[in-house]
């Protein structure tokens, strides 16, 4: 039996969605119905007419239900999109964002097409910065590392389900998991960055994701720090670190590289302007 046609159905989660701060009602709501009938949202506009059975429409108002609780819809669906592949994600798991492909594009720059590199993705979480590096260089050795084995299970699948061969994976934490007889080329990594009262960790998708992934300290520094420091010992002589940071901690960042020996140290900024990724050459 049919409780509305697909057009009902998005002005009722349109109407609920608009309650809930932050949110794109017309959007989420097409990506959740899409979800739900497992078709793309082109379907949504040819069929608006069409009758939804009433399990699809019940799956689908509980779909909406999350997220009028806070939910992150990359977490209601399972997956996201990051560098034109699609991912699995999960609460284990930092949702990938945007502005994190400013990263890859920089590592990119950095590794000649056709090189062999040894390359490294410290706290790679669902995997999404080595599964862009490796569709895009499929020469190079890339190690993916992180200290949850939750997460290194989701990356593994998304490298398994992309046929990714050319991505290992290793538990620990930063580079303390790397081999210490194994000198890279090239290290990247998007740490936790946020200060430990920041109140924006408890705003948007934030509160759902997983603390480690996001706190790093009083000052939101300690772990890139701590790579900064370690990074020394595991770069092949003229080899790059690359790491994400907040908007206002470029100059900070900038420090700790020539603190330590790195050299060619520069800040890259975001679509928004901002600053986001310090670079730096041991």
């Known amino acids: 039996m049919s409780r509305g046609t697909i057009r009902e159905a998005l002005q009722k989660a349109r109407q609920q969605l608009t309650a809930r701060p932050g949110t794109k009602p017309r959007l989420e709501a097409e990506i959740l119905l899409s979800f739900s009938l497992g078709k793309p949202r082109s379907h949504l506009y040819a069929w608006p007419e069409r009758p939804l059975e009433a399990d699809r429409w019940e799956h689908f108002l509980n779909l909406v239900a999350r997220r009028t609780r806070g939910e992150p819809i990359a977490y209601i669906t399972g997956q996201r999109e990051f560098w034109s592949l699609d991912l699995q994600v999960t609460p284990e798991t930092l949702i990938p964002r945007p502005e994190t492909e400013l990263l890859t594009e920089l590592a990119l720059e950095l590794i000649p097409p056709a090189s062999a590199f040894n390359i490294a993705d410290l706290g790679t979480g669902s995997g999404a910065i080595a599964a862009a590096i490796a569709s895009e260089r499929p020469d190079c050795n890339i190690l993916a590392t992180d200290i949850s084995d939750a997460a290194l299970g989701v990356a593994k699948r998304n490298f398994s389900h992309l046929g990714l061969a050319n991505i ?9 998991a790397l081999p210490r007889n194994q000198p890279f080329e090239l290290i990247i990594s998007n740490p ?3 200060p430990d009262s920041d109140p924006h960790l408890a705003q948007g998708d934030l509160p759902w994701e997983p603390r480690e992934a996001l706190a790093s300290g009083s000052d939101g520094l300690d772990d890139i720090r701590c790579i900064i420091q370690q990074a020394t010992a595991r770069l092949a002589p003229g080899g790059w670190l690359l790491l994400e940071h907040g908007y206002n901690q470029g100059a900070a960042v900038r420090g700790l590289f020539k603190t330590h020996g790195f050299k060619a140290v520069s ?3 975001d679509l928004a302007g901002e600053d986001r990724v310090s670079i730096g050459q041991l």
């Open 168 to 176: 290992q994976t290793r538990s620990g934490r930063w580079c303390d």
């Open 267 to 269: 800040t890259q900024q």
């Open 192 to 194: 936790p960055y946020i």
